[in-house]
Every structure is written in structure tokens, then in C-alpha cells.
């Protein structure tokens, strides 16, 4: 009996930290979006953020991207009386590549739908005139390649866990946003998925989900594909 009432008291504490988490994933939906068939999508290379992001070292959070929760956001306060000059750090085109790469393996497995592939995309730009697939708007690129829709996105911050599983100072970071854009130009859907990995006493659904152990940026990144593939309002399992 003491053994299940401490059972019992940890399922309650955890559910109550769980709901004091917050969300990682967000998403939003257009209210035109029903006038719009989405079948075929065209996924277009995500592209990083080109300004500096603050790195998150000795316990330090400082801003994150928007979409981040607030209880991420909080400024360390400086040992010395000096003004404190944060390390900075580009995030890198590699980054891109791979929430690319996720996103497009987790969409590709969802029935009802046809992914065309970031390679395309890059050809349809050049088509169009345009070595840099980043210069072309998205609706052109879906109605290059007769798509329903494409599916853009940027990674807003990607930074790997200093340590291993067991301890990790910072730990790992993650965030990026996705839109998806007919060929008229309207926006149907954006999601946004942010996740800096946090202790059992502030993320008690995160710790189990990671196995109590400190991931990589590439565990989170993929986490954040799967959900938002998840969330993705098109396709057989979404009707």
C-alpha cells in the first residue's frame, strides 16, 4: 500500500508538472485552407537564420527565436561588474539541411499525399531563372512543378548538447518554423516547433519521453518533424 501511494504521488506531481510545460509544437491553420486541394507538395530547401544567435553557455538562456515559450526566456545575471558579451554563433547551413531531410522522410510516410522532393525544388528555381532557391518565392516554385502547394521553412536556432546523455551544460536547442503556401501565394498553415531540453522538475513529459537522458540536436530535431508531420492538416489521415 506505501508503495502504490507514492506511485500515486508521483503520477500527480507529474501530471502537474506536465501541464505547467507548456507546448513545443504549434500550428495554425487558415480558416480559407478548405477551399484548397493539397496532395501534391513541393518541399522546399529550409534556409537558417541569418542573424547571430546568442549561445546558450554557463546556464545562461538569453532571447530565443519567436515561438519560444516564456518560461524558456530568462537573462543570467553577470559575476563581475562588467558588461557580459555573449558568444555568438551562425547557425549552420548543415542544419538546414537536415530538418530538411527529416521533414521530408516523415511527410513522405503520411498516406494520401505526394512529396516532391527539395531537389526538385532547387531545379524549378534554377528553371526560373535563380541559382539560390531562397531568392524565388514559394507559390512560383509550386506552380513551376503544377503543385498543390510548398511546403517552406526556417531553422531559427540548432545547438548541439555540450556534454553526453548523462549531463549536459547547455543542453541541446532546436527550433524551427514551417509555412505552407498555395500558388496564388496564400498561406494554408505555418507550424512551429522549439525545444530546449529540460530537467524532470520542468519538463517531466520531455524527461520520459528522452529516457531521462540529454539527446542530441539531431534526437530533437527529429522529434520536432515527427509532431509536426503529425500535425500537418493535409493528406488521408487528416480527413
Sequence with gaps: MRMLGRLLV?????????????????????????????QRVAL?????????????????TLPAPPGARASDISVGIPTSSGMY???MSLVSPQAAEKVTDLMWSKLKAKPGLTILSPNEAVRAARELGSDAVSAVPPHKIAQRL????????KVLVYQERVGSRLGANPPATVGFEVRLVAPDGAVLWEGNYYEKQRPMTEDF???????????????????????????????????
Design 10 to 38: 508521483l503520477c500527480v506531481v507529474g501530471m502537474v508538472v506536465a501541464s505547467c510545460s507548456g507546448t513545443k509544437v504549434t500550428t495554425k491553420l487558415s480558416p480559407q485552407s478548405s477551399k484548397y486541394r493539397v
Design 146 to 153: 503544377d503543385a498543390d502547394a510548398a511546403l517552406t521553412g
Design 205 to 239: 513529459v520531455g524527461f520520459i519521453q528522452r529516457h531521462g537522458m540529454f539527446v542530441t540536436a539531431s534526437e530533437l530535431a527529429s522529434y520536432g518533424a515527427t509532431r509536426l508531420a503529425e500535425e500537418f492538416p493535409f493528406g488521408t489521415a487528416a480527413q
Design 44 to 60: 522546399v530547401p529550409f534556409e537558417t537564420m541569418e542573424t547571430p544567435q546568442a549561445m546558450q553557455l554557463d546556464a545562461r
Design 85 to 87: 558579451e555573449p558568444a
